[in-house]
Structure formats: C-alpha cells, structure tokens
C-alpha cells in the first residue's frame, strides 16, 4: 500500500470492531430487557446483520490479514453468528431451535473468553457475552422470560463495556484492566 500504511491488523480496526460488537450487543440486550416500550430484541435485526454481522465478519478477516488470530477468529466468528441471528430473529423457529442455536453462540463466546489474551477486561466482555447467551439459551428452552430479560440486561452490559473499552481506546482514557500496550497506552480489548 501507498505512503506506508499497511491493510490488515491495526489498533484502528480493533477498535472498530469492539465498538460494532458493543453497539450490537446493546441494542440486542435491550430489545431482550423490554425496558423500552415496543422494542424487542427482532427490532435489532437489522443492526445485528449489517454492523454485527457483515462489518464484523469483515474487519474479522483484516484482523486475520494483519496476523491477528484472536481478533480474527473474535470478529469473524462472531459475525457470522450475528448475521445468523438476525436472519431468523423474528422468524417461525421452535424454541429449542433458538436455545440450540444460542448454546453454540455462547460456546464460541466462552472460547474467546478463555482465550483473550489483552487482559481482564475484554475477558469479561466475553464472559458476560456467554453468560448472557446461556441465560438466554436457558429461557428459550423452559419458555421463561424472566431469564430472558436477565440475559437481556447482562448483554446490554456486556455491550456498554466493549463500547467504554473501544472509546477509551480512542480517547486514550484510562482504563482499570487491562495490559499496557507499548508506549504506555491501556489495552482496551
């Protein structure tokens, strides 16, 4: 590429990345909360197919371009599982094909919690990640909606916290977790 900027891996499409996983994650968990009137979690299918799913799954594969396995393997995956979601949220599936499918969505959300390896804080967006799709999982198996509406919140928060990490990236704000990236920076993912 021109003028020495390289395609691939960059603190920039990282963060990008974690704030289209936030934004989506948010939107989903409050459309599960019904906190607000007339907004379900299927009122975010279109956020979740274009900016969970297409724009993760391709910053994904620059993450992997750039020789970034984690973040690869993180956005990439989770793209596709985004895009699935959004194509039948709404949809005429049985609940235990919802559970089913929300049981492996929370298995690769607990592999990239085992696996983070930039500190604390991006393993506890994932582990909130997982523990949200468990909830859910669990409530669409036993038609409960209390769960749902747990799993609901616990995603919302999930989402807030990898949106606040990507935007303290930017703003270079400080960070509680986290390991020190060279030049003294705060990893926040």
Do not use: C
Request: negative net charge.
């Amino acid at each position: 590429m021109d003028n020495g900027v390289s395609a691939g891996s960059t603190a920039s499409t990282s963060t990008l990345g974690n704030i289209a996983l936030g934004l989506t994650l948010l939107a989903f968990g409050i459309g599960h909360t019904g906190v607000i009137d007339g907004v379900s979690a299927a009122n975010s299918a279109s956020l979740a197919m274009y900016v969970g799913g297409a724009a993760l799954f391709l910053l994904g594969l620059l993450e992997y371009r750039g020789g970034d396995g984690f973040n690869g393997t993180a956005f990439a995956g989770l793209g596709i599982f985004w895009f699935t979601w959004a194509k039948g949220a709404g949809g005429s599936v049985s609940d235990e094909a919802a559970g089913t499918f929300l049981v492996l969505f929370a298995m690769l959300a607990l592999t990239l919690t085992v696996a983070a390896a930039s500190g604390l804080f991006s393993q506890g967006v994932y582990a909130l990640l997982t523990l949200s799709l468990l909830l859910l999982a669990i409530g669409a198996f036993v038609d409960n909606g209390t769960l749902a509406k747990a799993g609901g919140w616990v995603a919302a928060v999930s989402g807030l916290l990898a949106w606040y990490g990507a935007t303290a990236a930017l703003a270079h704000w400080p960070m509680a977790f986290g390991k020190a990236r060279s030049g003294g920076a705060v990893a926040a993912s």
